[in-house]
């Protein structure tokens, strides 16, 4: 926890991502990386030297829905206000809409939903549960099926919402992560998507593992060529 806490504040430091009085709703899907994100955000709100309030919130998606009383005694622990917000974005896209690739509407309508639901509680801003290895994926699901350039920002500001997505966990890594769930214990609820596990995602992150083993530090020089100040930087 002291190392993704540690992660968490040089993130919060380099982009600026907590202002004083920032209502913050973290966008709670019930895996291990926002749960991690709870965590370390409730941690940090005991030592940040910028005051800040801390929310949860989680979308249903209206089919086969998980229980979400694990999270629902989580938020309780760490007396976060929870909200559930249901929805029938999973209907929608898998039994109305029939979708091949139903992975990028079904981000768009979460995403939309997840705003919506923050501005209801008065947050102006949303923490995603984003890494590193996130980002990297982003990067070359990019690059080899759209042909361009391009990740997620640390920091976002919508303007059509006017409220700013922030991603305190991009320096940590999904294995940091996954090791901190284990010693925790975290309360993971499976994910209802008929398409987990099965996306070009998925492909892309078994990918960088492949090359990883002839590469060892692959990650950093990605995460490194990303960042190059001497080329086009992303962020």
Not at 4 to 9: D, F, N, T
Not at 130 to 151: A, C, P, Q, W
Not at 196 to 217: A, H, M, N
Request: hydrophobic residues 40%.
């Amino acid at each position: 926890m002291k190392r993704i806490l540690s992660l968490l504040r040089r993130a919060v430091q380099d982009f600026n991502m907590i202002k004083p009085g920032d209502r913050i709703a973290v966008g709670l899907s019930g895996g291990k990386d926002s749960i991690a994100l709870l965590h370390a955000l409730k941690r940090f709100q005991y030592f940040s030297p910028t005051p800040f309030e801390l929310e949860a919130i989680t979308l249903t998606m209206g089919m086969d829905d998980p229980d979400l009383s694990p999270l629902i005694n989580l938020c309780k622990d760490l007396k976060v206000p929870y909200t559930i917000k249901e929805t029938k974005i999973g209907r929608i896209v898998f039994d109305v809409r029939r979708e091949k690739n139903p992975c990028s509407l079904c981000a768009n309508m979460r995403r939309g939903a997840l705003h919506n639901a923050a501005l209801e509680r008065n947050c102006n801003k949303v923490a995603l549960g984003h890494h590193k290895d996130d980002v990297i994926e982003t990067f070359l699901l990019s690059l080899m099926y759209e042909g361009r350039l391009n990740t997620f920002m640390p920091v976002t500001y919508l303007t059509r919402k006017k409220i700013t997505l922030i991603r305190p966990l991009i320096y940590a890594g999904e294995r940091e992560i996954a090791g901190l769930s284990e010693k925790y214990n975290f309360p993971v609820v499976k994910n209802p998507c008929p398409a987990s596990g099965r996306t070009k995602r998925q492909y892309v992150k078994e990918l960088v593992s492949c090359l990883e083993k002839d590469i060892p530090d692959i990650r950093e020089k990605i995460l490194g060529a990303i960042k190059n100040k001497d080329a086009r930087r992303l962020w």
